[in-house]
C-alpha cells in the first residue's frame, strides 16, 4: 500500500487542480468583461508559431497581452531553464537559498492572488495572498507547499489557456515533453531538484510516503536530501510542477474553444496519462526517475483528436 501512496496523492492533486481550475475560468469572462479586457479569439484549430498583428479592441476596453504564439514561449522557457542551470552551476547554493525562497514565496503569493481577484476585490486578494506567501516562507509546511502549487498552476493555466489556442497549447506540451524526457534521461532534472531541494525551492509537488508527514517541514533532512536517499527508503517523492500547470493550460485552452464538455474530456485524459506514467514507473522502473509529461501529453492528444475530428 505505500508504493501506491505516491500514485493516489498525485492523482488527487490534479483533480483537485483541474476542479479549481474549471470554478475558475467559469468566472473568467465575467470578470473580463467587467474589467472591460479584451482578448482577440482564437481560432481551435489554428496553430500560432509567431505573434502576428490582432484585430483593435472594442471602444473602451483594453486589449490584453499577445503571448498566444508557440515560438516566444518556447524561447522563453528554455532560456529560464539554461538560466536556472547556469545559475545553480555556478553560483553556491548559500548564497541562493534567500533570494529563490523570496522568489517562490512572491509566486506563491500570486497564484492566490489571481484566483481570489475574480471574486474578491484586491485589496482583500492581495492581503490574503501575501499572507499565504509569508506563511510558506516562514515555515514551508509539505500541506501549505502543495496548496500554494496547486493554486500557481491553477493561475498559470487560468491566465495562459486564455490566451491560446487548443492546438498551440497541444503542440507546446509535446514539445515540453521532449525535453521532460530528455531531462531526465540525461539526468538534467535530478541534478537541478537536488540543487533546489537544498534550498526548499523546489517546483513540485511534494508527496510524503506516510499521513503524519504532510505536517512536516521541507526543512528537514528527509526532503533536502531526497535525491541521494535510496528510493525505497524516501520519505517523499516528487511530482514535477510542470506535470499538472501544462495539463491545466491545454484543458483551460480547450474550455474556451470547445466548451465545458470539451474541457472535461481533455481533463480527464490528462488523468490517465498520469496513472499511465505510474503504472510504467512502478512496472518498468522499480521506483526510478519518470518523465510524466509524455504519457500526458500522448492521451491529451488523442482527446484533442477526438475532439476536432469526431
Known amino acids: 500500500m505505500k508504493r501506491l501512496g505516491p500514485a493516489f496523492w498525485g492523482v488527487l492533486i490534479l483533480v483537485v487542480a483541474q476542479l479549481i481550475a474549471f470554478g475558475v475560468v467559469s468566472r473568467e469572462n465575467a470578470f473580463l468583461t467587467e474589467n472591460h479586457i479584451y482578448i482577440a479569439p482564437q481560432p481551435p484549430d489554428v496553430i500560432s508559431v509567431w505573434p502576428t498583428p490582432t484585430p483593435p479592441p472594442p471602444a473602451g476596453e483594453t486589449s ?37 525562497r523570496i522568489v517562490f514565496a512572491f509566486l506563491f503569493s500570486w497564484g492566490v492572488f489571481i484566483i481570489l481577484v475574480f471574486w474578491l476585490p484586491a485589496i482583500p ?11 510558506w516562507f516562514l515555515v514551508p509546511r509539505v500541506w501549505l ?22 492546438w498551440t497549447a497541444m503542440i507546446l506540451v509535446l514539445v515540453l515533453a521532449v525535453y521532460d524526457f530528455l531531462a531526465v534521461r540525461f539526468g538534467y532534472m535530478l541534478w537541478m531538484t537536488k540543487k533546489l531541494s537544498q534550498s ?19 526543512r528537514e533532512s528527509a526532503f533536502t536530501d531526497i535525491v541521494d536517499t535510496d528510493p525505497l527508503e524516501r520519505k517523499y517523492s516528487i511530482l514535477g510542477g510542470g506535470d499538472v500547470g501544462f495539463p491545466l493550460l491545454l484543458t483551460v485552452s480547450v474550455y474556451f474553444s470547445y466548451g465545458l464538455g470539451g474541457g472535461v ?4 485524459m490528462t488523468l490517465v496519462g498520469l496513472v499511465a506514467a505510474y503504472w510504467i514507473q512502478a512496472t518498468f522502473l522499480k521506483g526510478k526517475p519518470m518523465p510524466a509529461l509524455p504519457p500526458i501529453a500522448a492521451t491529451s492528444l488523442i482527446a484533442l483528436l477526438v475532439l476536432r475530428f469526431f
Open 265 to 268: 474530456f481533455v481533463a480527464a
Open 200 to 218: 526548499v525551492t523546489v517546483p513540485a509537488f511534494v508527496i510524503p510516503k506516510g499521513a503524519y508527514e504532510w505536517t512536516g517541514n521541507l
Open 145 to 166: 507547499h502543495n496548496l500554494a502549487m496547486i493554486l500557481v498552476m491553477v493561475s498559470v493555466g487560468a491566465v495562459f489557456g486564455r490566451l491560446i489556442s487548443p
Open 125 to 135: 486578494s492581495l492581503v490574503v495572498a501575501v499572507g499565504m506567501g509569508a506563511a
Open 64 to 100: 490584453a497581452p499577445a503571448v498566444g504564439s508557440l515560438g516566444p514561449i518556447i524561447i522563453y522557457f528554455g532560456v529560464v531553464v539554461v538560466l536556472l542551470g547556469i545559475i545553480l552551476f555556478v553560483v553556491p547554493l548559500s548564497a541562493l537559498r534567500l533570494v529563490l
